[in-house]
Every structure is written in structure tokens, then in C-alpha cells.
């Protein structure tokens, strides 16, 4: 079973709607969650960390974090084509100190 | 966030030689890491590179093929040595920031630029 698995998409929303992204983890003893985003031909950028059960805001990206369910999810409001990138979730284990990366899941947002 | 650089940018190498990749952060960090990102791929952990021991070194990755240094707290080189052309991808160092928020410590890692590498 992988550490952490995302869809792989593509997902393709229209500008200005919602895109969400989910993520789920399977070492219950993780405490660091991450988004990164990736735009093509480039490094991988952080843009939401999360710690605590609930949902964390910045902007139009939300994050969204249920350790019961082993779940993170993050929701960006009102997409823009520029939100067009490749969203990995990462996550930290304390039992390794390492992080785990998903695969990433594809987002276009279409104007 | 800590500033990273990497050199080169990109590189086209002949199969059967070694390429050694540059990191440099802006600060002093504890953890620095090597990563590979293959094509259409996620990120797959190379090694952690220690300051003052040997790089420890994840499952299918071997000091021979990939050594490591870490001479300082803000540089460190990975050199992808004998490259085939399975080699081709692209590597990624990057630094973990650990900060306190209250009584609670966060850690983040960093990515830098990356280094594009083609084997022919």
C-alpha cells in the first residue's frame, strides 16, 4: 500500500469554480501535511501546510485535514488558468523524519 | 523560506560519464535532501544528506552510483556517476525548515530549482 495516494486526474474545471483535490495517507502516526504545487518544467512549490483536525485558509486555497479518516483534502475557490499545475500532497512521518509525496494530481482550469 | 540554487540548470551528458549536481541554501540547515523526479513521475527520495556522516541512502539507491557530500550546513553535491540513459530525469535538492509555533514544531521542506539531466 502506498504512503500516501492521490488521483492522478486530469481534472479540468471551468474559471472560477471550485477545484477540490483529495489525498488520503495510510501511517496513522503522520502530523505534517502538505500541498505543493508543480507547474510544468518546474520545482515543486509549497503552498498550504497543515497540523490540527479542520480546515485551514489562505487566500483561495483551503485545506482541509481529518486524521481519523486519514484525509486531506484542499479546495481553491474561484480557479483561475493560472491554478493549472500538477498538486502534490506530501507527508511528514515522524516515525522515519521523512516525507512522503503522492503522484500529484493534474489540474486545467479552462478559461 | 530559505533561498536555494542549484547548478547546473540542465545538462546533456554522454552515456558513461558522471555529473556532479550543486546545492547551495542561503542559511544554515540541518537536513538537506536529494530527490528524483523521472518524467510524468512523483518524486522519488534519493538520500538525506547528513552534515559530518555519510548520506543515508533510500531502498534502490547506492553510495557508488549516487555519492553524496555535505561539507557544510548550506552545500551539498550529488554526483550521478557511469549515467545510462535511465538517468535521464530531473534532480531536486532540497531543505528542511523546522520552526516552533508555540509549544508545537513544524517542519517544511524546500525545494530548489531542480537540475534537468539528459543522457544520451
Known amino acids: ?111 | 523560506s530559505a533561498v536555494i540554487s542549484q547548478k547546473p540548470s540542465r545538462d546533456i551528458c554522454q552515456r558513461g560519464t558522471s555529473l556532479t549536481i550543486q546545492c547551495q541554501v542561503d542559511s544554515q540547515v540541518t537536513m538537506m535532501f536529494w530527490y528524483r523526479q523521472q518524467p510524468g513521475q512523483s518524486l522519488t527520495l534519493i538520500a538525506t544528506a547528513n552534515q559530518g556522516s555519510e548520506a543515508t541512502y533510500e531502498s534502490g539507491f547506492v553510495i557508488d552510483k549516487f555519492p553524496i557530500s555535505r561539507p557544510n550546513l548550506t552545500f551539498s553535491t550529488l554526483t550521478v556517476s557511469n549515467m545510462s540513459p535511465e538517468d535521464s530525469s530531473i534532480y531536486l535538492c532540497s531543505v528542511e525548515d523546522v520552526r516552533l509555533q508555540g509549544p508545537v514544531s513544524t517542519d517544511t521542506q524546500y525545494f530548489g530549482p531542480g537540475t534537468r539531466l539528459t543522457v544520451l
Open chain 1, 1 to 111: 500500500q502506498k504512503e500516501v495516494e492521490q488521483n492522478s486526474g486530469p481534472l479540468s474545471v471551468p474559471e472560477g469554480a471550485i477545484a477540490s483535490l483529495n489525498c488520503t495517507y495510510s501511517d496513522r502516526v503522520s502530523q505534517s501535511f502538505f500541498w505543493y504545487r508543480q507547474y510544468s518544467g518546474k520545482s515543486p512549490e509549497l503552498i498550504m501546510s497543515i497540523y490540527s483536525n479542520g480546515d485551514k485558509e489562505d487566500g483561495r486555497f483551503t485545506a482541509q485535514l481529518n486524521k481519523a479518516s486519514q484525509y486531506v483534502s484542499l479546495l481553491i475557490r474561484d480557479s483561475q488558468p493560472s491554478d493549472s499545475a500538477t498538486y502534490l500532497c506530501a507527508v511528514n512521518s515522524y516515525t522515519g523524519n521523512q516525507f512522503y509525496f503522492g503522484t500529484g494530481t493534474s489540474l486545467t482550469v479552462i478559461p
